[in-house]
């Protein structure tokens, strides 16, 4: 079964530093989704992705954030410069659509990048 | 603006009995989707079930089920024969069904199996 994946699964970096996550969505979705879940509590949106824009963002997807579609399967979310408060798990979600009733908007999650700021 | 509650931290069962999680959410739409996610230690968010609010009859997938309140904005999942791989954290979510990309996640039960 197609499956969304993540690189790499733990990723330590200097406070400052910039990062890249990678995601390589399930190969027949167009909609593209980060989320966060700080240690011990909610998973939280970021944001979304569609025809190289942003569709949509949350209020913790500040300007220190971006994403990218480089290629045809890679999608990506940079941290510019890195605080002690973006350790967290990132999950990179893909989709077939974003809407309808036959189940092709369901979100399938890849297993997460753990980042620690030190 | 939506918000999902489960009010359950944690909970055990017993191998092959039946739990109960709960989930209530608030929203001022009428028309969404309501999911329950399954996160076990590997961190991998898998999806367990999905319930559109229009539809009234209540989701099941094998062993599991929901039982969908719309007028309570309740969302339980019920889990039967509850089996060792069953451990895990248990997300509830909300999606709003007018365009809007964002699920909403609440805090999460973790379900212990006992054998």
């Known amino acids: 079964e197609p499956e969304v994946t993540q690189t790499p699964s733990h990723q330590v970096t200097q406070m400052g530093q910039e990062v890249i996550l990678r995601c390589v969505p399930i190969?027949?979705?167009?909609?593209f989704y980060w989320y966060r879940q700080i240690l011990g509590q909610k998973v939280e949106f970021l944001v979304s992705f569609y025809n190289n824009e942003i569709s949509e963002k949350s209020e913790i997807f500040d300007d220190q954030f971006s994403v990218e579609r480089p290629d045809g399967s890679n999608f990506t979310l940079k941290i510019r410069s890195t605080k002690l408060e973006d350790s967290a798990m990132y999950f990179c979600?893909?989709?077939?659509?974003?809407?309808?009733?036959?189940?092709?908007?369901?979100?399938?999650f890849g297993p997460g990048t753990r980042l620690t700021v030190l | 603006a939506q918000t999902v509650t489960q009010s359950q931290p944690e909970m055990s069962v017993q191998e092959a009995e039946t739990v109960t999680l709960s989930c209530t959410y608030d929203?001022?739409?009428?028309?969404?989707?309501l999911f329950w996610y399954k996160q076990p230690p590997s961190r991998q968010m898998i999806l367990v079930i999905r319930q559109e609010a229009y539809k009234q009859q209540n989701a099941t997938e094998n062993r599991f089920s929901v039982n969908f309140q719309k007028a309570a904005k309740s969302f339980s999942l019920k889990i039967s024969d509850s089996q060792l791989g069953d451990a895990a954290m248990y997300f509830c979510?909300?999606?709003?069904?007018?365009?809007?990309?964002?699920?909403?996640f609440g805090k999460g039960t973790r379900l212990h199996i006992l054998p």
């Open positions: 979510a909300y999606r709003s069904a007018s365009g809007a990309d964002k699920i909403i």
């Open positions: 190969s027949n979705h167009l909609y």
């Open positions: 979600a893909s989709s077939e659509t974003s809407g309808g009733t036959l189940g092709t908007d369901t979100q399938y």
């Open positions: 929203t001022s739409e009428s028309d969404y989707y």
